[in-house]
């Protein structure tokens, strides 16, 4: 069985911030992928990030990046310099062994003027 | 542009009244997904199809069925629906798997679906 852990329910950041979004997770697998994903208020999924975990680097993709901590089983999200667009809802994600995608509560982010 | 598309947008049906959600892609991806996302929570798998093979989550109801007839096309039929079952319905494929490691996810627009 897999777990996804978000503890932060809610986050504020000020525009053109960094913000980090946390995210542990459990798993017994010992290939497996996790991922972020951003979800706007018109309820589509937005793919953000991916990290394999045989991946050595931390993936990057534009002002996304993945700060991934194998032995503490920890995998944040890093938006650098936020944009009043990035207000959404943000899950974290894994598969492992079974096909599916198991997601984490989220997190509510809000970037303020 | 759009890859994985949702009809209706938004679904409206009478407690019992049998509604049918669908979904298609034009990514020619082997495996579609069914997600329930009630409000303010996760979504939470229903059941996917690895080509035609249908794999049904253990927890699912049986009120919730789903059938493939093609590639491109994969639909979500609620038998008698219940007011528990208000919640956004996100349609998803992936490509093959396989050996190939851990493919991410495309997502519809999702269903709302409200059953008064």
């Known amino acids: 069985a897999q777990k996804i852990t978000q503890t932060q329910p809610g986050m504020f950041v000020q525009e053109k911030e960094a913000v980090t979004l946390d995210c542990t997770y459990d798993?017994?697998?010992?290939?497996?992928?996790l991922f972020w994903y951003k979800q706007p208020s018109s309820g589509e999924m937005i793919f953000l990030i991916y990290?394999?975990?045989?991946?050595?680097q931390n993936a990057t993709e534009g002002r996304y990046s993945l700060n991934f901590q194998k032995a503490r089983k920890s995998a944040n999200l890093v938006i650098s310099a936020s944009q009043l667009g990035d207000s959404a809802m943000y899950f974290c994600?894994?598969?492992?062994?079974?096909?599916?995608?198991?997601f984490g509560s989220g997190t509510q982010l809000t970037v303020l003027p | 542009d759009a890859m994985v598309i949702q009809n209706p947008r938004y679904q409206v049906t009478q407690f019992g009244k049998p509604v049918t959600l669908s979904c298609s892609q034009t990514?020619?991806?082997?495996?579609m997904y069914w997600y329930q996302q009630k409000s303010s929570q996760a979504p939470k798998l229903l059941f996917h199809?690895?080509?035609?093979?249908?794999?049904n989550e253990a927890d699912t109801p049986d009120n919730f069925q789903s059938r493939r007839p093609n590639t491109s096309f994969c639909f979500l039929d609620i038998r008698s629906p219940g007011l528990g079952d208000t919640a956004m319905y996100l349609c998803?494929?992936?490509?093959?798997?396989?050996?190939?490691?851990?493919?991410?996810?495309?997502f519809g627009s999702g269903t709302q679906l409200s059953v008064l």
């Open positions: 998803a494929t992936s490509r093959d798997r396989g050996r190939r490691g851990h493919e991410k996810l495309f």
């Open positions: 199809y690895y080509d035609k093979d249908f794999n």
């Open positions: 994600a894994m598969t492992g062994s079974a096909r599916q995608l198991t």
């Open positions: 990290q394999g975990s045989y991946d050595e």
């Open positions: 990514l020619n991806h082997n495996v």
């Open positions: 798993t017994s697998d010992q290939s497996y992928g």
